[in-house]
T-cell receptor, first 116, second 111 residues
């Protein structure tokens, strides 16, 4: 596997379900990100982790719960979602962004989530 | 609220022409700027980044940055139908963790 991988690629869940999205990066990076991309809206940054520590949480509802057990893996746990949470959820990684402003992000293929 | 703005398009250019994509940003503390290409149903793919005023060229792509005007652009020379996609401008403030994306410009290159 190379780059950034995400599973599952598609997910349909009911509002009472609990599910998890998984992201893995094979680039030797130590920062990982979750983004939400809804139709006709810009990419929205949800969470950022540097060296397994959460450094950003952009006012995301508590029904989204991130977990970063190590620098290569990132999860997004979902529970009691709403239909408006249906979107493409993208994971990205980069080098540590705290020492230089230069580092670019690389994205995974995304998980297309539909909440019914 | 930091904002990044782009013309939503669609921008249509004939094959072989130069496509010019523009982006403006509100935060003067922004230090680095990125252009991503996103095909329909796919994830964003990094094309270029720039952090110094002036031009940066990579193949058919040229990024231009003017921090005084808070403006960054992407030129695509010899446009090909395969360049048809949505182009996202992203801005990062200094050493912060927050990447702010624009809404994207949809480019259509007509054969």
């Amino acid at each position: 596997e190379t780059g950034v991988t995400q599973t599952p690629r598609h997910l349909v869940m009911g509002m009472t379900n609990k599910k998890s999205l998984k992201c893995e990066q094979h680039l030797g990076h130590n920062a990982m990100y979750w983004y939400k991309q809804s139709a006709k809206k810009p990419l929205e940054l949800m969470f950022v982790y540097n060296f397994k520590e959460q450094t950003e949480n952009n006012s995301v509802p508590s029904r989204f719960s991130p977990e970063c057990p190590n620098s290569s893996h990132l999860f997004l746990h979902l529970h009691t979602l709403q239909p408006e949470d249906s979107a493409l959820y993208l994971c990205a990684s980069s080098q540590d962004t705290r020492t230089t402003p230069i580092h670019e992000q690389y994205f995974g293929p995304g998980t297309r989530l539909t909440v019914t | 609220q930091k904002e990044v703005e782009q013309n939503s398009g669609p921008l249509s250019v004939p094959e072989g022409a130069i496509a010019s994509l523009n982006c403006t940003y509100s935060d003067r503390g922004s230090q680095s700027f990125f252009w991503y290409r996103q095909y329909s149903g796919k994830s964003p793919e990094l094309i270029m980044f720039i952090y110094s005023n002036g031009d940066k060229e990579d193949g058919r792509f040229t990024a231009q940055l003017n921090k005084a005007s808070q403006y960054v652009s992407l030129l695509i020379r010899d446009s090909q139908p395969s360049d048809s996609a949505t182009y996202l401008c992203a801005v990062r403030e200094g050493y912060g963790q927050n990447f702010v994306f624009g809404p994207g410009t949809r480019l259509s290159v007509l054969p």
